[in-house]
């Protein structure tokens, strides 16, 4: 009786522990399956001028708050998923002047504060970039560090969210100066 006794206790405890993990994997595939779908179906999709305006706003409002003096600008509409794929998120790649009295690691601090007091948060220093900050807001990631070639230069590094599904896949893919729009030269 005894070791019936426990048999079924084993065998219950067996089928409970077969139960709960075939549940746990049906949770985990369903939460990854539906992580996969919001990349291909965003639930508020962003055309082409609003994926533009969303990093290029942000790049001019830095550019405002930081006074950074704007040597060039541009534009790119890059896949999320691969080289060609919707969804497709805006991005700005801006190189400005690095003020000459001014140290590069107190420099980039300043402008990090000056953006956080604006609304925006910091993030994980990027790993590849001395002096680099990451920051934050409304869904857009900006990255601003000192040059790699020119320690006289600064580049700021904007992405937006990965909400325009238009298909672009046949587009030309290149940078559009956008230089202008931030009074460079001036």
Not at 13 to 21: D, E, M, Q, R
Not at 29 to 40: C, F, H, I, T, V
Not at 78 to 92: E, F, H, I, L, T
């Amino acid at each position: 009786m005894r070791a019936r006794g426990v048999r079924a206790v084993l065998a219950a405890a067996l089928v409970t522990c077969l139960l709960l993990g075939g549940a746990v994997l049906l949770v985990a595939n369903r939460q990854r399956a539906s992580s996969a779908n919001s990349l291909d179906h965003p639930v508020r999709p962003l055309g082409d001028a609003a994926t533009e305006a969303q990093v290029v706003d942000k790049a001019k409002q830095i550019v405002k708050i930081a006074g950074l003096q704007t040597t060039a600008a541009g534009y790119l509409l890059m896949s999320c998923k691969n080289r060609d794929d919707p969804p497709y998120q805006g991005a700005v790649y801006l190189t400005f002047a690095l003020p000459a009295e001014v140290r590069a690691d107190a420099y980039f601090r300043d402008v990090t504060a000056a953006l956080v007091r604006h609304g925006w948060t910091e993030g994980l220093p990027p790993n590849d970039q001395v002096f680099g900050r990451t920051m934050s807001t409304d869904g857009v990631t900006a990255i601003i560090y000192r040059h790699g070639d020119d320690t006289g230069a600064g580049v700021l590094r904007l992405y937006g969210q990965c909400r325009n599904v238009n298909d672009h896949r046949r587009d030309t893919t290149a940078w559009v100066d956008i230089t202008s729009q931030f009074g460079a030269g001036r």
